[in-house]
């Protein structure tokens, strides 16, 4: 699976969206973009995933640019249980490589 | 409808000992997946069983297993334990059928601390 990367950090006012960038210059044309997120202690929580068009759901919304190379995942209005860490994954569903390789993802922190 | 489960949620045992965690997923969904996450190391991915078959396996040693029984839930065993296999073990299910849109879900997790 292709590498992202992502800022290690950032903070976000409570109410306003939350923009987190994720960078994957070397993805492939059949992988996805992912994004999970980790609050302390928990287990991962899915969240989003899109191929090349712009996706939106209860939670957030997913920006891929055109030439695929780096997405936004979107929260519109960041509330402090947003708190967390939120990776970015880029996957392929064909042949053995299934699992999910996580980075180290980008801890947001909420501000009341 | 329910999410994955795991048990127990925390757990203490002492080096030497062998340990069993258990996973039951999303109904329907017929992948386990099981991957273990401490602070130096992140997120990294144990074993993956489908259909009762292990299908992709990780960079584990052998002391690591796992099984999967026909109602789709699975197990995980750590014999001989060492202190370094603290973590929080998580697993993760899916339907399993390599459709382009397949999504895991992940349990809330086992804590184990080794003594």
């Known amino acids: 699976d292709a590498k992202t990367t992502q800022p290690t950090s950032m903070d976000c006012a409570e109410g306003r969206a939350a923009n987190l960038p994720c960078n994957h210059s070397?993805?492939?044309?059949?992988?996805?973009v992912y994004w999970y997120r980790q609050i302390h202690s928990q287990g991962p929580q899915y969240i989003i995933h899109g191929l090349k068009n712009n996706e939106t759901n209860e939670m957030a919304s997913l920006i891929i640019t055109e030439d695929r190379k780096s997405s936004t995942l979107i929260l519109p209005h960041a509330t402090l249980r947003d708190t967390a860490v939120y990776y970015c994954?880029?996957?392929?569903?064909?042949?053995?490589?299934?699992?999910?390789?996580f980075g180290s993802g980008t801890q947001l922190t909420v501000l009341p | 409808k329910a999410g994955v489960t795991q048990t127990p949620r925390y757990l203490i045992k002492t080096r030497g000992q062998q340990v069993t965690l258990s996973c039951s997923p999303i109904?329907?969904?017929?992948?386990v997946s099981w991957y273990q996450q401490t602070p130096g190391q992140g997120l990294q991915f144990l074993f993956e069983?489908?259909?009762?078959?292990?299908?992709n396996k990780g960079n584990f040693p052998g002391r690591f297993s796992g099984r999967q029984f026909s109602n789709s839930r699975s197990e995980m065993n750590v014999s001989t334990l060492e202190l370094g296999d603290s973590a929080l073990y998580l697993c993760a299910s899916s339907f399993g059928n390599s459709q382009a849109k397949e999504t895991q879900y992940f349990g809330p997790g086992t804590r184990l601390l080794v003594l």
């Open positions: 994954i880029v996957r392929a569903f064909s042949g053995s490589a299934r699992q999910l390789t």
């Open positions: 109904s329907g969904h017929r992948s």
């Open positions: 070397t993805i492939s044309g059949n992988e996805y």
């Open positions: 069983y489908f259909s009762e078959t292990q299908r």
